[in-house]
């Protein structure tokens, strides 16, 4: 009886995964969480349970193919004892019970690689191939722009000793604080200073716009104190930089015609 249920498990499970193999992998997710929290606990369960859920897929699905069951015929004998014409049976009868029990292994018994996507999501191992990528990721970067290079920093700068830059999630200092009238403060350091655009590109290796978009910036966020902003502004202004005199301009153009 045990061995007609096993049987009927198999060619449901070969169904399954012949219409449906999506649908295999969750299967077997479910059959092998009931197992580690004690609701299957022996061969019957683990029957009773799957059959149980076979129902529940749609009938397209769960339905198992109509595989004929290897018979064992014997053999007939011949005039000749040891005949080929006398074993011709037998060798059909084992052909079918080998092709059986390889379709039965290549469906229920879950190949290295898919063991992962068997077993439940609180049980899975942690494989490293992300991590594994993402360092190979760094090494090439780092190959290419110098040791001190980490993701972030600008690669059109060129590497200067002891670059670094601090994490995201932790900056030096509050970014709502980090302008005042006579400094500005660094993200990364905590320093203060007058201007930070030197600063930041050498000893951290960003460009004002890598550091702005680094630490989420609006794009009009200043390199420098408000006061050292407005005195440049003046200066500029007096020296009449950015300024264009048309009547300056007009006598050019006469005593040059």
């Not at 339905?63 to 000749?80: C, E, G, N, Q």
């Not at 991590?131 to 290079?149: D, H, I, M, N, P």
């Amino acid at each position: 009886m045990q061995a007609e249920k096993v049987r009927d498990l198999t060619l449901s499970l070969m169904a399954v995964a012949s219409k449906s193999p999506d649908r295999l992998g969750v299967f077997l997710s479910v059959i092998s969480g009931m197992g580690d929290i004690g609701v299957i606990h022996n061969m019957d369960t683990a029957v009773e349970e799957t059959m149980r859920l076979m129902h529940l897929l749609p009938v397209d699905v769960g339905s198992r193919p109509a595989i004929p069951l290897p018979v064992a015929t014997p053999a007939v004998a011949t005039s000749i004892p040891g005949s080929r014409a006398a074993n011709k049976p037998e060798k059909a009868a084992s052909k079918m019970d080998q092709h059986l029990f390889d379709d039965a292994a290549r469906f229920t018994t879950p190949k290295a690689e898919d063991a992962e996507a068997i077993l439940p999501q609180q049980d899975q191992p942690r494989i490293p191939k992300a991590e594994s990528k993402v360092s190979a990721r760094l090494a090439e970067e780092k190959k290419r722009y110098g040791e001190t290079f980490a993701p972030g920093m600008s690669t059109t700068l060129p590497e200067k000793p002891g670059q670094w830059i601090a994490p995201k999630e932790h900056p030096k200092a509050d970014i709502g604080l980090s302008v005042s009238e006579d400094s500005i403060t660094c993200l990364h350091c905590g320093g203060e200073f007058t201007m930070i655009k030197r600063h930041i590109e050498r000893q951290h290796r960003q460009t004002p716009e890598d550091y702005r978009a680094y630490w989420g910036l609006p794009p009009e966020y200043p390199m420098a104190a408000t006061n050292y902003t407005l005195l440049k502004r003046e200066e500029a202004k007096g020296t009449g930089l950015g300024t264009y005199n048309r009547k300056k301009s007009s006598r050019k153009k006469e005593s040059v015609n």
